[in-house]
């Protein structure tokens, strides 16, 4: 959501880590879709990987970094 300080923060933690993870990023307005706001509403920001819900309001690079690190285990 545009002006949501809690999306500002996660996207600066999702840019720090994907200076070192190859990640394929989209950023969504949920506003813009009346699903996505039915689906999200007050559960933002939400952080998918891999299109299931890994992190919602709030996450610190590490936490980010060890979901990522599993993701990897589990596909290899």
């Known amino acids: 959501r545009p002006g949501c300080h809690l999306c500002e923060a996660m996207k600066a933690v999702v840019e720090e880590v994907a200076r ?33 819900k890994a992190f919602k309001y709030r996450v610190d690079a590490a936490s980010l970094r060890r979901a990522l690190a599993r993701r990897q285990r589990q596909r290899n």
Do not use: C, F, T
Request: hydrophobic share 40%.
């Open 20 to 52: 070192e993870w190859p990640l394929d990023l989209q950023e969504i307005d949920i506003d813009a879709d009346r699903e996505l706001q039915e689906r999200y509403g007050a559960e933002i920001p939400v952080l998918l990987i891999d299109g299931r």
